[in-house]
């Protein structure tokens, strides 16, 4: 074992778990209820779906089962958690993707309601529209950015991805999301007139 994290909090937990499984299950339990609403809420922040969440919690709590006695202590189990939690988020874009893309097909040929939103609902709810037509990797890098607060450093780190490489998703993505808005709002602008 390389002891690269030394100071795990969950490392004894771990081996515990690690020794019981996959008949005793006590220690994992433990891992789950301790952790449950972290993968939740951040399933949730980046899919912004409740069902789509709980059943990423389901799924990332399932690889963790499965995998879990193969877990070396190269880095924290929570980092190790994150990275499952952030593969079963793209998982569920990858499959929403087509889903969405029919739906924003449908909803650009539905008629315009009859009563306007307020204007910071109508935006957000354009926001998240925009966001939902982004591809999973520059979405989920400007989401972690933006919504949950992570340096360049650590979405680096996080995605496994060079810095200079984090910047750049960033970037486009920023780009991409701003000719989206700018290209809605136009199109909204010739509906109206």
């Known amino acids: 074992m390389t002891s690269e994290a030394p100071e795990d909090p969950d490392r004894s937990l771990v081996e515990q778990a690690q020794a019981e ?17 972290r993968v939740y809420a951040r399933s949730y922040g980046i899919l912004r779906s409740s069902a789509d969440a709980e059943e990423a ?16 202590f190269e880095r924290p189990f929570l980092h190790w958690l994150n990275t499952v939690t952030l593969n079963a988020c793209r998982m569920t874009l990858r499959k929403r993707a087509s889903e969405q893309r029919k739906r924003q097909a449908a909803e650009d040929q ?8 307020p204007p910071d609902t109508a935006m957000r709810s354009l926001v998240l529209e925009l966001l939902d037509a982004l591809d999973p990797g520059t979405r989920v ?6 919504v949950e607060g992570y340096s360049y450093p650590e979405l680096a780190k996080e995605l496994d991805l060079s ?20 290209a ?7 509906v109206s007139s």
């Open 184 to 190: 809605r709002t136009k199109n909204e602008g010739r």
């Open 21 to 37: 499984l996959p008949y005793g299950t006590l220690a994992y339990n433990e891992l789950v209820r301790k952790y449950s609403g």
């Open 163 to 182: 810095e200079s490489a984090v910047k750049m998703r960033v970037s486009r993505g920023t780009k991409k999301l701003r000719e989206l808005y700018e």
């Open 57 to 72: 919690v389901q799924d990332v709590f399932m690889a963790v089962f499965r995998n879990l006695p193969r877990f070396r």
């Open 110 to 117: 539905a008629p315009p309601p009859e009563r306007a939103a």
């Open 141 to 146: 890098p400007l989401l972690l950015r933006y």
